[in-house]
């Protein structure tokens, strides 16, 4: 292994865990006190074979405090569980249950499901929209302090990270890389004040938008064919003249995506592909960047390179900075961190094998 090398990627992995840490001061952070909701929310919730989930999140929903205009359109995306009895259950007025049809030609199911659960509410050119998944938890302030961020900064989107839950090794080894991918590699700043939508990151788990800014983007019917429609929606704000940001999210939100390897296996294939770069070969292409940055000098560290060392300690503090400041497990997980990064490549190859085979699916259809 050349010492040339070695120093380089250590060298990168440095400059990685300082913009990490520069990126943490600068995340805009919701305030503790704000006003209340003055204008109409819709919160759109689709499901699809949710039974397990939907009931508390929607009283975590409806528990929501100082949103006092607050409408939850939760749209039944095809589900064949007790997904529809359990909305009916919660029996709040608020609460408005709608049954989507099949996805038309071009369009994938979450697009088109979100797309009805917005279509159910007159657009408001002073209304909020809250696109959230049902494993969400939502905290009690969580939609008007996501609200005051987006008033504060004068935003059209905000995406605040929910705390991501992980029960097994292999849910603590994964789940904390898709925050550390924006906080080491995506300038904060400037992508909120850039009109480039290669400057986006945003998590479909809980998007936060105005109206307008809905609206001029093309809502999803812009990005109807997207694996990644959280993404392609920031862009498409973005692309419209708006500005669209992550912001800390661990005090509004948790969420458990999967329980165990198998669920996060076959939930990360669906979509892996396109989550770097935007295509197979550019999503390859960065993972081996950043797969030898934080793996090769570890490896040297273990044959006893002090630039192995320094590199790899680089890349455990980058990891650490960030689980701290989205509310993931901080220790001893961020010591495993080039362990995380052969997991995600693992899990990077079948989604990628499963897409050029055209085998890719979720909850039964086709991606």
């Known amino acids: 292994m050349s010492g040339r090398l070695v ?15 520069v990126n943490v001061r600068l995340l805009r952070r919701p305030p503790e006190r704000h006003p209340p909701v003055m204008r109409p929310v819709t919160v759109v919730l689709p499901v699809r074979d949710e039974e397990r989930h939907v009931g508390e999140c929607l009283t975590a929903v409806l528990a929501q405090r100082g949103v006092p205009d607050l409408t939850v359109v939760v749209v039944d995306d095809g589900s064949t569980d007790g997904t529809a009895d359990a909305v009916r259950a919660v029996g709040d007025p608020r609460v408005r249950l709608v049954t989507a049809p099949p996805p038309p030609a071009g369009w994938l199911g979450k697009p088109h499901a979100c797309a009805i659960g917005v279509a159910e509410v007159p657009a408001d050119p002073d209304g909020v929209l809250v696109f959230l998944d049902a494993d969400v938890r939502l905290f009690p302030d969580a939609v008007a302090r996501a609200v005051a961020v987006l008033d504060a900064h004068a935003l059209d989107l905000v995406s605040p990270w929910p705390r991501p839950l992980a029960g097994t090794l292999a849910e603590r080894l994964v789940q904390p890389l898709s ?10 700043r400037l992508a909120e004040r850039s009109p480039r939508p290669s400057l986006t990151a945003a998590n479909g788990q809980f998007l936060v938008l105005t109206v307008p800014a809905y609206l001029a983007a093309g809502g999803h019917a812009a990005v109807r064919g997207e694996v990644l429609e959280d993404v392609a929606l920031a862009r498409a704000v973005k692309r419209a003249g708006g500005r669209a940001v992550p912001v800390a999210g661990a005090e509004l939100a948790a969420c458990r995506m ?20 935007g295509s197979p070969a550019a999503s390859v292409g960065a993972a081996a960047v950043l797969t030898a940055i934080g793996v090769v000098p ?22 650490a900075v960030s689980a701290a400041a989205t509310g993931s497990r901080v220790w001893p997980d961020a010591l495993a961190q080039p362990v995380s990064l052969l997991a995600f490549d693992v899990l990077l190859a079948r989604s990628v094998a499963g897409h050029r085979r055209g085998t890719l699916t979720w909850r039964g259809r086709p991606v």
């Open 7 to 21: 120093r380089g990627l250590s060298a990168a992995a440095v400059v990685m865990a300082a913009h990490a840490a």
């Open 179 to 188: 925050p550390w991918l924006w906080a080491t590699t995506l300038p904060l």
């Open 258 to 277: 999967y329980d165990g390897w198998p669920a996060l296996s076959a939930g990360y294939a669906k979509s892996l592909w396109a989550a770097v770069g």
């Open 298 to 319: 570890a490896v040297a560290a273990l044959r006893g390179s002090r630039a192995g060392l320094v590199g790899y300690a680089a890349g455990v503090a980058g990891r």
